[in-house]
């Protein structure tokens, strides 16, 4: 599994939406913990990857009522990521290191939402800072 893709209808309560893409975002993050425990010469983060440069941020392009999740092999392939396949690289490196952390889906206003990993209370967002794609 390199990425996956899921259609949904956004016609449900914001609650719904966005505990059910928080279930989304971990199952990419069991698959990174996965793929990265086999693969430790890994970047350590989405800021580290690309040596050094840090991975790119692009907008999930939301096509209809489609979501696609690229997984870490893909994700480092491609050089960028959305901010849900972002938090899933850095979250599965957290929880690998013993770290409490999960992806939480914030909502940005008109049906926007963006993801960042909460670790014990604390919000970090890995698409801060980089560049856009
Ligand atoms: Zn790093």
Known sequence: MAAYTISYSMDLPEETIRGWLEALCE???QYNIAWLRANPQAPCCVSCADNGRGLRYEAPR?????????TAP???????????????????????????AKCKVKTQGNDQFHVVIDS??????????????
């Open 27 to 29: 199952v990419a993050v």
């Open 62 to 70: 939301v096509s209809g009522s489609e979501v696609r999740f690229a």
């Open 120 to 133: 014990w209370g604390t919000e970090t967002d890995p698409s801060r800072g980089l560049n856009h794609a």
């Open 74 to 100: 893909e994700l480092l392939e491609r050089g960028r990521g959305t901010c849900h396949e972002l938090a899933a690289y850095d979250c599965a490196h957290k929880r690998i290191k013993g770290e409490m």
